[in-house]
């Protein structure tokens, strides 16, 4: 028998690779009495693991089929299904307290060294997963009572009577359902704590695989988002009955912008409605052109900079431009200072909708007879976009008659006064004199996916009812964020509807030095395929396709300095704001033309080797979805059309 080799000196650098692997794991010659205790040891856990490894699969089996009813129960709850949820999450809680009871036979085994870590993931799991099952019964419990009012599959509490009073019935009874908000806080919050104590780090890929080391990071920033989200939505969920009009009623302006002539927080603010609420019932007080609120204040001030550079012919600042800030409640507060000083009533907050709003509405609904005009979603080939965009305009922008010489530029169909508002009552009357079986659950579900998408804003006066609106990411708001940041505003400044034809594409290219400099490149490729309109007003046209006058600006972050930019008809600035730097220019784009942006900067900090760089990209209110790429070293990574905010982690 060979002799055990020296393990120290130069004699194991000699050794073939073999038998390095060999004498790792070679036990070392015990004799006499130590070697009985250590195979006392061995035997020992030998046996242990026997014992625990028949519970242990049995719990794998059961947690498997606790996870199949689960399932079924998120089935149910996307099907908006209250009552079949309901009864799901029975089923799941059943089944969890059975793979409770096993994983407790395995227990034991977390005071073990390296394995022992592991069990007591599970036993974390397992204590969140109640705790999420507590906050979904409550949930569930909650709004039962108002599946029917919600357009929800459940037989509700509010069956009789008109849509009307049920709707008002509902909401006077709101205010002894919402202070479960504070039990469903509660249970996400543990969830999280017990999540959080389970380490991603423990399940490196080269031994269990990418899938479960990315679940558990994935389920640790989903309850951390969770806990954030409803920690702060809170306020509004409590004080929810209040906004509704009960017991006081609630006055709110809501104001139509114009997204086919882009403004910085969704359009050009066209027209306005009052809307009252009262115990839920929405009553609409009037609606009319935004020019008359305008002409009803007196002594404006000096346009702002951006406005006497780039929009011809202005000189004071109105209402109608005073969405100037690409955030929207800045924006609002600008707005709300001179609507102070208009003629319009007092309100409680801001609503701002814009034409994908409107359409997405009529989708469900169907089409509408408003003012002797049949409005449809049906595509109109004068602009490639739904009919009612194209009526809309026409009334709007169609001058009042075809001698012009005494007549002040802004003159339109007196009909433009009250077609915006007279369309959304319509709506909203459709909406709710129909069955809530039909309607009711599909147009929630659009409100929702629209205010993701940044088609409907809120802005309220109630602080703490703003604070849950803004949680909830629905307020338009420039966020601070961690990272690398992009948010492209840009405003349509005096080039009638072009942004209706145009269409954008952007890509991002990174490209990092060996110290961790990041050096970025932005490119906007522009593309108007229409020809232009006849924008001769004493013919008497529509003008809708006229030079698209781009006023841009690009948010980053803070301190990143230009490096070089292209495509600007002026020498591009830089400033700070809004906790951002800010580049901007101007440009042009023709109709049947193109127009290419291109701009370069170094971002403020280095990366470190093998980090991610975390990326938020904010999408401008009132844009469709553009194409974006992401590239790194000029290779595509990512490719998507921005629909709403969008969170990525790139590895660079």
Known sequence: MDEIPNLG?????????????????????????????????????????????????????????????????????????????GEELKKTRVDLVETQNKYKLILPLKYFPIIGSYVSDGD?????????????????????????????????????????????????????VTPKIDDIASNVNEAKKEIDNIDPNRYPAFIFGSNINNQVKQLRKFTDDGAVVLNDARPLIK??????????????????????????TG??????SIFRLEHGIIHVDG?????SLDSSIFGKKEAPRPILQYLPNVKVFNLRDSNLSPDFVESMKT?????????????????????????????????????????TTKDDPRC????????????????????????????????????????????????FSSSPKLYWGPLFQEMINQSAQKNILYYVYDTAAQKGLEALNISGRIVPFEGDYLHINEANFGGAKSNLFTTEDVSQNYNVSGDGTIQKTITINYKN?????????????????????????????????????????????????LGKTVFEGFLTIRPKGVAKFTISYTLPFKLAKGSPLPLLIQKQPGTPAFEYTVLVGGSAREKFNLDSDRNLKLSL
């Not at 075809?402 to 433009?416: E, I, L, M, S, T």
């Open 9 to 85: 000196g130069s004699s194991v650098a000699n050794q073939s690779p073999i038998l390095k692997i060999k004498n790792f794991f070679r036990i070392p010659n015990l004799r006499g009495r130590n070697s009985r205790i250590v195979a006392v040891v061995i035997g020992l856990l030998v046996l242990i693991l026997l014992v625990f490894s028949l519970p242990a699969i049995s719990v794998i089996a059961s947690a498997k089929k606790t996870e199949s009813q689960a399932k079924l129960a998120y089935d149910a709850l996307k099907k908006q299904n209250i009552a079949l949820a």
């Open 124 to 176: 974390h799991f397992i204590k969140a997963a109640f705790q999420g099952l507590n906050a979904a019964d409550t949930l569930i419990a909650s709004i039962a009572p108002y599946s029917d009012v919600l357009g929800l599959k459940g037989q509700g509490s509010f069956v009789g009577g008109t849509a009307q009073q049920r709707i008002e019935t509902a909401v006077r009874t709101m205010g002894k």
């Open 239 to 264: 004080i929810l009955p209040q906004l509704l009009g009960e017991p006081d009623p609630k006055k709110y302006l809501v104001i139509f912008q114009n997204d086919k002539e882009l403004r910085p």
């Open 267 to 272: 359009g050009f603010i066209t027209a306005y």
């Open 287 to 291: 609606s009319s052109d935004i020019y």
């Open 335 to 375: 707005f709300k200072d001179m609507y102070d000083q208009s003629s319009g009533p007092k309100v409680d907050g801001i609503i701002a909708v814009d034409t994908y709003a409107l359409i997405g509405a009529m989708r469900i609904l169907g089409d509408m007879d408003v003012d002797g005009t049949h409005f």
């Open 384 to 431: 490639g976009c739904p009919q009612t965009i194209y009526a809309l305009e026409e009334i709007a922008d169609t001058p009042v008659q075809a001698d012009f010489r005494y007549v002040n530029v802004y003159a339109v169909n007196a009909a433009r006064k009250n077609i915006i508002g007279d369309l959304m009552y319509a709506i909203m009357n459709k909406a």
């Open 529 to 577: 395929p229409y020809p232009p309109s006849d924008c001769n007003l004493e013919r008497g046209n529509l003008c809708l396709n006229a030079v698209l006058r781009d006023w841009i600006r690009i948010y980053v972050p803070k301190g990143s300095k230009m490096q070089s930019s292209q495509g600007s008809e002026v020498k591009m600035i830089s400033y700070d704001e």
